[in-house]
T-cell receptor, first 114, second 110 residues
Framework: SQQGEEDPQALSIQEGENATMNCSYK?????LQWYRQNSGRGLVHLIL?????REKHSGRLRVTLDTSKKSSSLLITASRAADTASYFC??????????????FGTGTRLTIIP | NAGVTQTPKFQVLKTGQSMTLQCAQD?????MYWYRQDPGMGLRLIYY???????DKGEVPNGYNVSRLNKREFSLRLESAAPSQTSVYFC?????????FGAGTRLSVL
């Protein structure tokens, strides 16, 4: 079963605009991560936010985490054509496999229109 | 420095055929994973290995076997392929909570 659900499933915006995608999850977590997947490629790690953090920045990326609502958001500012990809949240829960397992959401497909 | 290398990149099988997907890493990571990715379902964990000589089932292990040959290599075997195993398969390693993925193997079972 999926731990994370991203919203929206698909998003199209003009280049230069900001893109926001959301992730909801079901159980308590140690941390939440966001990954990007370009078409036909593997996933690439973007950013990790720990359960005791509320906001984190990395370049044009801003991630927030609300553990009371079991939700996270990823904001990409000043979008570029190269940001076109699918974005997945992944939760690291204190459950099976001694914290070694990530559970991935279903992803948001982001298209940047030049 | 290749990272995580998967072979083959593409494969077409007939129902009932067997094959092994190979994964090798040069990152010296202990943990390795096999996922499958299907449209609209994200990634689902098939098997994982915390270290050489150990393997554990993930969310969808039925129809698959794995082998952690050494620290570098983690293979996934389909003994009798079924159309339901048509998918994209990803191998990954893990270090400091972050996973590193290979480019994937696209498998079609006819």
């Amino acid at each position: 079963s999926q731990q994370g659900e991203e919203d929206p499933q698909a998003l199209s915006i003009q280049e230069g605009e900001n893109a926001t995608m959301n992730c909801s999850y079901k159980t308590s977590i140690n941390n939440l991560q966001w990954y990007r997947q370009n078409s036909g490629r593997g996933l690439v790690h973007l950013i990790l936010i720990r359960s005791n953090e509320r906001e984190k920045h990395s370049g044009r990326l801003r991630v927030t985490l609300d553990t009371s609502k079991k939700s996270s958001s990823l904001l990409i500012t000043a979008s570029r054509a190269a940001d076109t990809a699918s974005y997945f949240c992944a939760t690291d829960a204190p459950s099976n496999f001694g914290n070694e397992k990530l559970t991935f959401g279903t992803g948001t497909r982001l298209t940047i229109i030049p | 420095n290749a990272g995580v290398t998967q072979t083959p990149k593409f494969q077409v099988l007939k129902t009932g055929q067997s094959m092994t997907l190979q994964c090798a890493q040069d990152m010296n990571h202990n943990s390795m994973y096999w996922y499958r990715q299907d449209p609209g379902m994200g990634l689902r964990l098939i098997y994982y290995s915390a270290s050489e000589g150990t393997t554990d089932k993930g969310e969808v292990p039925n129809g698959y076997n794995v082998s952690r040959l050494n620290k570098r290599e983690f293979s996934l075997r389909l003994e009798s392929a079924a159309p339901s195993q048509t998918s994209v398969y990803f191998c990954a390693t893990r270090a400091y909570n972050i996973q590193y993925f290979g480019a994937g193997t696209r498998l079609s079972v006819l």
